[in-house]
């Protein structure tokens, strides 16, 4: 996998090497003891709406006696403006993704961790790395952790739709021969039109990274984008914005091919139901969500022993099988169910794996420009 903005190389082989190597020292019983070291209280979570499975939320309270008020979204914006109408306050651990620090070092609404009290060392060090190179705000110190990685790219219907060859295309979206039975989230599913656009010599090849450099570059890019979006706006059956928007799409409103992130589709896939997701033939968009700790946080003692079994392989490993992406936890593949392994297998065929693309790190001025493309495209008339 190519790197997330810092650090080494990441794949599933690097992921189970560092699991292997890390075996001994992180291997601990699937069943918490009630005798571990337990904190009274409680812990506001705002996190995203799939990350938290029951079967997480009980093991963790069980175990510390910490009662987890968990707020779901399914945006960086929502968490971003949250915290901006709070200043900061109502919430002890929130979950941006590890593209948007420009963003938030401007917001000044973020604690950084005390590391003395956090095990590192128990998640993947290139993943790691991200919270002190990309987010050490301040030097020396760390405002992010990681906690899910996962990618967006291709889902559809097995028994309704078939891709040309072994990988789909962001160009299946927008296809006339799909048309009213496709979904995708407005900025990503123009991002993945505008890297299409790319292999069919609508843009320059590139030119979607570009329009990260400056606001000069971008706009000249994304009227193409927008353009061609909006020409085929009809052809989109649904705009999703959360993890149960997809599931439904795929499963009741009659969507046969979508956009989507890899998480929903694989949770659909893993309970037996028709449906596929896997790297397009572009490059899937890789991505890690993290946890931060806003500067109102009140319950800091309990964070930190959130984080402590967030990091715990066996809770980290029986979760993926509940939300369907990818822990950073070393060992934490090895308490996934069988079906993971399958999953990650056809998610990432053949290279798909050498050309994931990490999302590019976003300042204001981007997300800015690209939320006013967005609203666009979906204000159009169709």
Known sequence: ??????????????????????GSAL???????????????????????????ETFLKSFTDATGIKVNYTGIGSNEEIINKLKASKGRGFDIVSPTNNRALQWKALELLQPFDMTKIAIDAVNPAMGKIGSTDWGFVS???FWLPHIWGTEGMAWRTDLFKPDGMFPSYGDVWSEANAGK???????????????METIGELEPGDMWKAYTSEDAMRPIWDKVSEFCIARKGNIKLLWNDADTQKNGLLNEGVIVGQTWDGPPLALKTAGEPVMYRAPKEGAM????????PTGAANTEQVYEFIKYAFKPELAGEAIDHHGYNSPVLGADKFAGEAYAKNFADAYPGDALAKLNPWPSEPQWYADIRTEYAN???????
Do not use: C
């Not at 996998?1 to 190597?21: D, H, Q, V, W």
């Not at 496709?182 to 299409?196: E, F, I």
């Not at 890789?286 to 700790?293: H, K, L, N, T």
């Open 376 to 382: 666009r495209f979906e204000s159009a008339g169709v």
């Open 182 to 196: 496709t979904m995708g989230r407005a900025h990503s599913m123009m991002l993945g039109a505008g890297l299409y």
């Open 286 to 293: 890789a991505w890690v969500d993290g946890m931060a700790m």
């Open 140 to 142: 020396g110190e760390t």
């Open 27 to 53: 291997a601990m019983p699937a069943i918490i003891s009630r005798s571990a070291l337990a904190s009274s209280g409680e812990i506001n979570i705002l996190m995203w709406s799939d990350y938290l499975p």
């Open 1 to 22: 996998m190519t790197k997330f903005n810092s650090g080494p190389k990441i794949n599933r082989r690097t992921l189970l090497k560092g699991s292997l190597a890390a």
